[in-house]
């Protein structure tokens, strides 16, 4: 499978799970279940193994920490996910690299490209400050894609600051080397700020779908809103020698496919509920407090965490979004339609939402492909020719 920025011709799907660890009443360690864990991480792999061959150009996870989204260090299950398939582009949607070493991660994604025969495509997320971030990413940019990338001696790991103590800029270069010429990288963006900075790197983004806990669980936003913003990054990348196109940009799409729009709705709201009240406790937990302290109703009457609104959330909220395929076979189809009339080409699929059960965002991976978009999915599947 090429590039997911390349043939942009093609409509591509990723197929993107959270990786819900939902046992009834579970919220505390001492009740994790090994056994679901384990069903859990082989269920994940097989059904990336089921998404290759539905036509799913790429298979993607999160990284997200605590009980309910067990995946602290996706880089782990990319590597078994590289031994598991063979055609599918392999995404991290997505990394943060300030809560890591950047260069450790360059490291450990040009082991994962060459165990995948050149197949990983990275996704990297933004935790903290806007500078800060960026400068992580031209780290792990130039240390994965280049050669003798000069590091200075703050951003080196403590094996290579150990190895060359007399140096202040090291000339570091990942190895192995990647599998690929030049691995793709992506970046989530929402902000005009972002999608500039991505732009003029020539890095393919993530937008669209704007969960604000302010603003009723969905952001309002458009499509009309959004297409000048979208030129816009194609137009700064052109800019700055980059040949950027509406296939560079995935629109990040909760998907929920249910018999009728109320249930999908109602299937994303529960999967919200279950994921913020695990997370709250898992919180409390590490602030100090003892099991069951801390309250999902005394977390969204604190007015700074926003969760009362999301909670409060009306139905239309989650159907009115274009960016949110959530509803019916129908509805889904309906606005894949609009979001495809609008050029955009590649969906970043978030199969079930955040704290959906595993099964359940399955049977909603299964239906787009099978009975909103079979069409879109079997031309994946087609072998692509190559120019020249």
């Known amino acids: 499978m090429n590039a997911l920025g390349e ?15 939902s046992p009834p009443g579970s919220r505390a360690p001492e009740e994790w279940d090994p ?17 290759e061959r539905l036509g799913y150009a790429a298979v993607s996870l999160p990284e997200h920490f605590g009980p309910s989204s067990p995946c602290p260090h996706p880089n782990i299950l990319m590597a078994a996910i590289a031994a598991r398939t063979s055609r599918a582009r392999i995404l991290s949607g997505v990394n943060l690299p300030l809560l890591h070493h950047p260069v450790q991660l360059a490291e450990q994604f040009a082991m994962i490209d060459v165990l995948s025969g050149g197949r990983l495509e990275v996704g990297l997320g933004r935790h903290g400050d806007r500078a800060a971030h960026e400068h992580a990413i031209d780290l792990i940019d130039g240390v994965l894609n280049g050669y003798d990338h000069p590091v200075a001696r703050a951003d080196l790991t403590p094996a290579t600051a150990a190895f060359v103590p007399g140096v202040e800029t090291a000339k570091v270069t990942a190895w192995p080397r990647p599998a690929q010429p030049r691995v793709p ?24 779908l704007n969960i604000t806990p302010a603003a009723g669980g969905m952001a309002p936003t458009s499509i009309g809103k959004m297409l000048p913003r979208l030129h816009r990054y194609l137009e700064i990348g052109r800019e700055n020698g980059h040949d950027l196109t509406m296939a560079n940009i995935a629109a990040s799409c909760f998907t929920v496919i249910a018999e009728t729009d109320r249930k999908a709705v109602g299937i994303v709201r529960d999967g919200f509920v279950r994921h913020i009240e695990t997370s709250a406790g898992h919180l409390s937990r590490l602030a100090g ?51 495809r009339a609008a050029g955009l080409s590649r969906f970043m699929l978030f199969c079930g939402g955040v704290g959906t059960p595993h099964e359940l965002a399955w049977e909603s991976a299964t239906a787009m492909a099978e009975d909103v978009a079979p069409g879109l999915f079997a031309a994946t599947k087609k072998p692509i020719r190559l120019a020249g």
């Open 185 to 208: 990288l992506w970046v989530a963006a929402t902000s005009d700020g972002s999608l500039a900075a991505a732009a003029r790197r020539g890095w393919g983004v993530f937008t669209g």
């Open 289 to 339: 407090a003892a099991p069951g302290e801390s309250s999902l109703e005394a977390l969204a009457d604190r007015e700074e965490t926003g969760l009362r609104a999301v909670l409060e959330a009306p139905a239309e909220a989650y159907l009115e979004n274009p960016f949110a395929l959530v509803g019916s076979v129908e509805t889904v189809r309906d606005k894949l339609t609009a979001l």
């Open 7 to 21: 043939n942009p011709e093609i409509v591509k799907f990723v197929y993107w799970d959270n990786l819900t660890y």
């Open 35 to 51: 056994a679901l864990g384990v069903r859990l991480y082989e269920s994940y792999l097989s059904h990336c193994e089921e998404a």
